[in-house]
């Protein structure tokens, strides 16, 4: 089955700094990757996804790269704001390969310092 | 559009004691998935419904777990004869095969502490 990692387990940046997390995975049928926040007692929140058949995807401060060749992607957050923080996962699924359960690292828990 | 509910929120039990929680889909999502998040690690996935139909479950769910999606609506998750080890946050999400049905979208989660 699927296997993803997830580095760091933490990050603390400074406000205004940029925080970046990555991820690897393992199935190379792999094809949706999708980023989720959890806030403290919340439930997790799609934030941004990408697709294999792109390499790059950003909406506002946050972006998305995907290396499909070394099986990695990752998380780019720009001009870091308090309410950015929170823990972030990673995510992988193989849609369209009869399979329907995401796979999930074990999360980057993001503080950023005002 | 007011998202995945799930309740009760948080639910504390005595061990052997049996549990549900029930999950309300988004409109119209007719995918359903329950996972689970135990403290400091992703959720792990346990089930998924497509309607009614139970597509797909996870070595996780013992056959002291079972769940239900009658009429293809909302969804419930029973834990029999529950140990400590279940203590974990119980969360459910949903999706539309209208597009791009791999956008899964999750609820506040149900808190089960075991004592």
């Known amino acids: 089955g699927e296997n993803v990692e997830q580095h760091p387990s933490t990050l603390s940046v400074q406000e205004g700094d940029s925080a970046v997390i990555k991820c690897t995975y393992s199935d190379s049928a792999s094809n949706y990757f999708p980023w989720y926040k959890q806030e403290l007692g919340k439930g997790p929140q799609l934030i941004i996804d990408i697709r294999s058949n792109v390499g790059e995807k950003k909406d506002q401060r946050i972006a998305v790269t995907l290396n499909k060749t070394a099986k990695h992607f990752s998380l780019h957050i720009t001009e870091t704001q308090p309410e950015d923080s929170a823990v972030y996962f990673c995510?992988?699924?193989?849609?369209?390969?009869?399979?329907?359960?995401?796979?999930f690292g074990k999360g980057t828990k993001l503080s950023v310092i005002p | 559009d007011t998202g995945v509910s799930q309740n009760p929120r948080h639910k504390i039990t005595k061990r052997g004691q049996n549990v549900t929680f029930r999950c309300d889909p988004i409109?119209?999502?007719?995918?359903l998935y329950w996972y689970r998040q135990t403290l400091g690690q992703g959720p792990e996935f346990l089930t998924y419904?497509?309607?009614?139909?139970?597509?797909?479950k996870s070595r996780l769910l013992s056959d002291r777990f079972s769940a239900e999606r009658p009429k293809g609506s909302f969804s419930t998750l029973e834990i029999q004869r529950t140990e400590q080890g279940d203590s974990a946050m119980y969360l459910c999400?949903?999706?539309?095969?209208?597009?791009?049905?791999?956008?899964?979208?999750f609820g506040p989660g149900t808190r089960l502490t075991v004592t």
């Open positions: 995510a992988a699924i193989a849609s369209g390969a009869g399979s329907y359960q995401l796979t």
């Open positions: 419904f497509q309607n009614e139909a139970q597509l797909e």
């Open positions: 409109s119209e999502h007719n995918r």
């Open positions: 999400a949903s999706s539309s095969d209208r597009g791009r049905w791999d956008e899964q979208y």
